[in-house]
């Protein structure tokens, strides 16, 4: 009688120790999941972002000399995969900045608006689950406009800025799914040229900005 009561225990034991249920046979295994590389031929459409604001004050009442400027370069950019992770791309953006100083209560403003264009090269070395480190550098140029107010009163001066650039990317790109990222890191944007008044002579202009820029991308 004992040993037909065990029989089905056993088997009743076993039948539910192997049809246990599924989040208890759940398991985390090693793997290479998320987006592995981008093949040469893929091509992107993005947008990128950098927005860049400083102020700085010197000196005590009376005498103090404040300074509030902020800049803005912002565009499309189509990329192209020439190889495995190795893109070429167009920054194709525009450039808007604006300077205030105010010394012995007096303000004067000045503010810059121009097309910036760069030839980029990046590559792309995967971190895992469809992050990149995506270093690049590229070089281009720029032209634009800076107005400032005229002697006259309601009248601007403008002088034209043109020149070249050179730009270091050192951004990351997390790819979500096959067809879209996004990117964000630090850049550092060098501008060199002049700055030519209208029937004036002209002087020369070098600016360093460093700042941290955000994206994102759709890729065909």
Excluded: C
């Excluded at 295994?29 to 893929?42: A, C, F, K, L, W």
């Amino acid at each position: 009688m004992m040993r037909k009561v065990f029989v089905p225990a056993v088997v009743l034991f076993l039948a539910f120790g192997i049809t246990r249920p599924a989040s208890a046979i759940t398991t985390i295994t090693p793997g290479t999941d998320g987006i592995e590389r981008i093949s040469g031929g893929v091509f992107e459409l993005g947008l990128d972002n950098l927005l860049l604001v400083r102020y700085q004050s010197t000196g005590s009442d009376p005498n103090t000399v404040s300074t509030l400027e902020a800049s803005y370069v912002g565009g499309l950019t189509p990329r192209y995969f020439l190889a495995d992770n190795f893109s070429l791309a167009a920054n194709l953006e525009l450039f808007y900045g604006k300077r205030s100083e105010t010394a012995g209560g007096v303000e004067s403003t000045s503010s810059d608006l121009g097309f910036l264009g760069l030839v980029m090269a990046n590559y792309y070395v995967r971190l895992g689950w469809g992050m990149f480190f995506a270093p690049g550098i590229g070089g281009g140029g720029f032209y634009g406009t800076r107005s400032t107010p005229s002697a006259t009163p309601g009248m601007t001066d403008n002088a034209a800025l043109y020149g070249g650039a050179v730009k270091v990317d050192l951004g990351f790109v997390f790819y979500a799914g096959p067809h879209f990222n996004l990117k964000g890191g630090p850049d550092v944007l060098i501008r060199f040229g002049n700055v030519k008044p209208e029937g004036v002579d002209g002087e020369s202009l070098m600016s360093v900005e460093a700042g941290f820029h955000i994206g994102l991308a759709y890729s065909i």
